[in-house]
């Protein structure tokens, strides 16, 4: 897949990269401080709550860039570079329960700041203990694994959790070490040929989506783990929305004409990809209903130098999960909990 560059992006319009200047930097790393010294934490309910408010003293190019890609939909993945955090304070954990809370204290409060303005910080109760913000590394045992915490094997395009219907509109990752510059991959709808799709098909209930291997921790054994029907494209036919995950997704059984729809869908996707690598401090923001992201293969070291992301998720309403919250400002959803009170 190529990289990102003016050509790229010429070929999948929804790709674009924002580099900040010094001086929007500094402007940046002055909000921070401010945050800083009022809050100790990112995930404290009072900072989300205010998050909207410290993101309008950024300067204008980032919140205009962001503004626009939730807004105007004019990009489906942004990249801000040269933002005001660097890597992490200490080497890359050898598992997400064993990271250190103060290595990432001011990368939380950017990563958030930025996600913010894409909607409202959630997480996930069947993910890292529920934790607001997710530690994406390599983990031993796990390298073949389609989920975050692979190496060895390329992590397949996908929506993120699209599994679920109260999936994020917008996920971010913050780069706190990537020596090994290893690429992501993108694919925007924009990318698509939609003459050549067929949409009447596409857009039907025909489709099985099911959790991926950390979901289905919580659920093996019971219906849930089957999957749900879904379309994989919704909205507007002329610029669709998307919901698939490549491994997870299958056509109901018997199904031919889904089949060959999705064979389809999967050879554009993975056929107009394109890669980006991010350096340490970069910000990748992707719409999650209208971009797919993977990531290349790596060997892992276990060492504290390999590969080190922290992710936010965000949705744009807050009240449409609230049946899987335990109240309404719980960010923490739990994706199954009807499956739980019903038994």
Not at 52 to 67: D, H, I, K, T
Request: charged share 25%.
């Amino acid at each position: 897949m190529p990289e990102v560059t003016d050509a790229v992006r010429a070929a999948d319009p929804g790709i674009r990269e924002v580099t900040l200047t010094e001086q929007a930097a500094r402007e940046c790393s002055a909000v921070l401080d401010a945050v800083s010294a009022e809050f100790e934490r990112a995930d404290d309910p009072r900072f989300l709550r205010r998050a909207g408010a410290f993101a309008s003293a950024l300067p204008a190019e980032v919140w205009r860039a962001v503004q626009e890609m939730r807004y105007e939909e004019t990009a489906a993945a942004l990249v801000i570079r040269g933002g005001p955090v660097g890597g992490a304070d200490g080497p890359t954990p050898a598992h997400w329960k064993e990271r250190d809370p103060a290595a990432t204290v001011r990368q939380d409060f950017w990563l958030a700041l930025v996600t913010a303005q894409l909607g409202d910080p959630v997480g996930w109760s069947s993910l890292q203990d529920g934790r607001l913000f997710n530690d994406i590394l390599p983990i031993a045992g796990e390298e073949r694994e389609q989920t975050g915490h692979s190496s060895e094997a390329d992590l397949a395009l996908h929506i993120e959790d699209c599994f679920s219907t109260e999936r994020c509109d917008a996920l971010a990752l913050l780069c706190l070490r990537n020596h090994d510059r290893v690429p992501n991959s993108l694919v925007s709808a924009a990318a698509l040929d939609l003459a050549s799709l067929d949409l009447d098909t596409l857009f039907a209930p025909r489709f099985l989506i099911m959790p991926d291997s950390e979901h289905l921790r919580r659920v093996a054994g019971t219906p849930e783990a089957s999957g749900r029907l879904s379309p994989l494209m919704f909205g507007s036919r002329d610029a669709p929305y998307l919901c698939v995950d490549l491994p997870y997704t299958r056509p109901l059984p018997g199904d031919e004409r889904a089949a060959k729809a999705l064979e389809g869908l999967a050879g554009q996707l993975d056929g107009s990809a394109t890669t980006l690598t991010l350096a340490e401090g970069d910000l990748l923001l992707v719409d999650n209903y209208r971009a797919l992201h993977g990531r290349g293969t790596f060997r892992p070291r276990y060492d504290g130098t390999d590969r080190w992301m922290r992710k936010l998720t965000a949705v744009r309403d807050l009240r449409r999960s609230r049946a899987l919250r335990t109240g309404p400002d719980d960010r923490v959803i739990d994706p199954f909990a009807t499956l739980t009170a019903t038994g």
